[in-house]
């Protein structure tokens, strides 16, 4: 089965709105048809950025697709802080990033909580990017597989297999975020190859082979095309190196690598 690798830039909180709209003019500039033929490209800007970006691919029809980096588990109300799904869809957003491990660390983020994020972006149409993987001491531990899968059964906890088929999975080692410690392309396969085994388990083969299971954790040009090459990761989550136009567009090109 063939997947569409998905090359998602994740900004975190980088880029104002008028760096924004630059950065995301230089990617198209640089991106051409071939590209986006081979590849689905992806940014995810901080929200105060969306809307600049949606005027950009809007008025050019450019190819590149955006979505946000969190979203509200609630629909609307006093929820001061929090931004909903319905104005992330109304945005035209088509991906929301969630349960990152910066939010499991620094917001407290549960499975649960994960859980009631994917079931809020499918209401509004949104895809979610489901952010997993395991710390060091758990690595250390060799305990990354089912702790993984652990984070994967409670995000998709009561998700049908209508809605489940067009998630995306994330696979991020926290020890390898923004450390320059990347996964071996070994290890990045084995912690993919057993989420997409649990998604067989879960719902069907079929269901599993439909989803893109992406890699994160200091992706870069140098070393994209030996994580590609694993037969269970279908894109990447870049984070740092999506700052750098030109090595974002690398990382997309990165069957010339
Ligand atoms: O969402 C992206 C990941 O946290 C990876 O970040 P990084 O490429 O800077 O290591």
Redesign the pocket.
């Given at each position: 089965m063939t997947r569409m690798p998905l090359m998602a830039g994740?900004w975190?909180m980088n880029l104002n709105h008028l760096e924004a709209i630059a950065h995301t003019q230089k990617l198209a500039f640089a991106l051409a048809d071939k590209d986006y033929e081979a590849v689905e490209v992806a940014v995810?800007p901080p929200f105060t950025d969306l809307r600049g970006v949606q005027t950009l691919v809007d008025g050019d029809k450019l190819k590149i697709k955006y979505g946000a980096q969190d979203i509200s588990a609630h629909d609307s109300g006093a929820y001061t802080g929090e931004i909903s799904g319905a104005m992330l869809s109304k945005l035209k957003c088509t991906y929301v990033?969630i349960g990152?491990?910066?939010r499991r660390q620094y917001h407290n983020e549960t499975d649960d909580l994960c859980n009631a994020k994917v079931k809020a972006a499918y209401r509004h149409g949104l895809t979610p990017i489901l952010?997993v993987g395991e710390g060091l001491e758990i690595r250390k531990a060799g305990q990354q597989v089912q702790y993984t899968l652990n984070q994967v059964d409670g995000a998709l906890k009561d998700i049908p297999a209508e809605q489940a088929e067009s998630i995306v999975i994330?696979y991020?080692p926290v020890w390898?975020?923004?450390?320059g410690e990347v996964a071996t392309p070994e290890d990045a396969q084995e912690v993919c190859g057993a989420i997409r085994g649990r998604l067989a388990e879960l719902y069907s083969q079929e269901l599993a082979d439909k989803v893109r299971i992406q890699y994160?954790?200091?992706?870069?040009s140098g070393n994209v095309a030996a994580i590609m090459a694993q037969p269970d990761v279908d894109g990447a989550?870049?984070?740092?190196?999506?700052l750098d136009a030109d090595e974002f567009v690398k990382i997309v090109r990165f069957r010339d690598q």
């Open positions: 994740n975190k995810l990033a990152h491990s910066e952010c994330a991020e390898a975020i923004g450390t994160g954790g200091s992706v870069k989550l870049v984070g740092g190196a999506a």
